[in-house]
Structures are given as structure tokens and as C-alpha cells.
């Protein structure tokens, strides 16, 4: 059973900085893509970033380009979001995920719905940022 753990969300203000990180479990982690989501409230569920399975290569949404960076440690099953510069707007539950088993070792592609094959999916931690 694959599984997600998100943590280091909370509350932080404009220009201040977070990182986020998420542990997965269940699978062999440096084989498949790991992206972030955000929801802000009220709003769909967007992606933010994505980073291939060995690592070299990131995409980003327009949004958040020059001010986010997503990593991975493959030896720790974790991925990480660093985010600078955060402005209000940056509010939302962020959720780590994972892509479906068919794309095991695949470039990361938006794909139809434009959610990366994502399939399994933590359940988030909040990141505030106050004016």
C-alpha cells in the first residue's frame, strides 16, 4: 500500500519562507515522479511542481517559478518543496502524490487532466501566509 506523509506547513508571513516535505512508503520511491498540489480555499485543486523519478527533471506552474524548488533524496523517500518569497496567495493545503505504477521511470508529462498521472495522493498540510 502506498503511502504519503506531508509535513512542515504552517503559518508564515509574506516574504518568508517554508519548506514542505513528504515521505512516501509502499513502493519503490526512485522510480516514479513525485509532485505538489495546492487547494486554496474555495478553489480547485492545482498543480505546483513535479520532478522526475532520478531527479533531472522540474516543472514548475507559472505561479511559483523563480520562488519554489522542488528536490528529492532518493535515500530517504522523501521530496521536498522549498518555497521563498511566499505571498499571500501561496495560502492552500499542499498535497505531495505520486504517479500511477505505469509510469515507472517515465519524463513527467501533464497529461489530459494536467494532474501528471498522479494517483495516489497524501493528505496535505496547510501553509498560511499573512499580509
Known amino acids: 500500500q502506498v503511502q504519503l506523509e506531508e509535513s512542515g506547513g504552517g503559518l508564515v508571513q509574506a516574504g518568508g519562507s517554508l519548506r514542505l516535505s513528504c515521505v512516501v512508503s509502499?513502493?519503490?520511491?526512485?522510480?516514479?515522479?513525485m509532485g505538489w498540489f495546492r487547494q486554496a480555499p474555495g478553489k480547485e485543486r492545482e498543480f505546483v511542481s513535479v520532478?522526475?523519478?532520478?531527479?533531472?527533471?522540474?516543472r514548475y506552474t507559472d505561479s511559483v517559478k523563480g520562488r519554489f524548488t522542488i528536490s528529492r533524496d532518493n535515500a530517504k523517500n522523501t521530496v521536498y518543496l522549498q518555497m521563498n518569497s511566499l505571498k499571500p496567495e501561496d495560502t492552500a493545503v499542499y498535497y505531495c502524490?505520486?504517479?500511477?505504477?505505469?509510469?515507472?521511470?517515465?519524463?513527467?508529462?501533464?497529461?489530459?487532466?494536467?494532474?501528471?498521472?498522479?494517483?495516489?495522493w497524501g493528505k496535505g498540510t496547510l501553509v498560511t501566509v499573512s499580509s
Open positions: 520532478i522526475s523519478w532520478d531527479g533531472r527533471t522540474t
Open positions: 502524490a505520486t504517479t500511477t505504477d505505469r509510469q515507472r521511470f517515465a519524463i513527467p508529462l501533464a497529461g489530459p487532466r494536467g494532474d501528471y498521472f498522479m494517483n495516489y
Open positions: 509502499g513502493r519503490t520511491f526512485s522510480s516514479y515522479s
